[in-house]
């Protein structure tokens, strides 16, 4: 029953612009919570990182796709399957690492890395792998992963360093 949830309230979610806004608005929330020190992971276990983003961008996307074709899904979901496995992570595993008590700054190093080279990775496997079910146009793809990930979390460091503690009510 999918009408009941395309309408809610009689705000029509399939408007593009209007989901747009909200994934921004969710990245930018996200990258609040981020810092430049973020980054700095990578200079202190880079090898940790190297393989974290490795087996992010490879493992996940291949055993999405290995499900779609196993499955026999038709070519849109198996295209969402693949999709879901070509995503970066998220604030979500580094509340997961946390509640572990794993090594949270390699999570959030992971997160931060991998957000960043999403805009090129998600097409790329989209393009590689998904293909075969829908067209996929790898530009397209980039330019909206661009607009919906990298510029929030950019416009979110940004935030964080110019709130410092000047900005704490807005905050």
Request: charged share 10%.
């Amino acid at each position: 029953y999918p009408h009941f949830f395309l309408q809610p309230a009689g705000i029509n979610l399939r408007n593009k612009r209007l989901i747009m806004f909200i994934v921004q608005l969710v990245m930018f929330g996200m990258g609040t919570q981020m810092s430049v020190s973020d980054f700095i992971g990578v200079v202190k276990m880079p090898k940790a990182v190297f393989i974290g983003i490795t087996c992010q961008f490879t493992i996940m996307p291949l055993v999405g796709y290995t499900i779609a074709k196993a499955i026999g899904f038709p070519p849109e979901v198996a295209a969402g399957i693949i999709l879901i496995g070509s995503c970066s992570s998220g604030l979500a595993s580094n509340v997961m690492t946390h509640m572990a008590g794993a090594n949270l700054a390699l999570s959030v190093t992971l997160t931060a890395i991998a957000q960043l080279i999403a805009p090129v990775m998600t097409p790329l496997w989209m393009k590689i792998l998904a293909s075969e079910f829908v067209e996929v146009n790898f530009l397209n793809m980039m330019f909206n992963i661009i607009l919906m990930v990298v510029l929030p979390i950019i416009a979110a460091l940004i935030y964080n360093w110019l709130r410092k503690d000047r900005l704490k009510r807005l905050h």
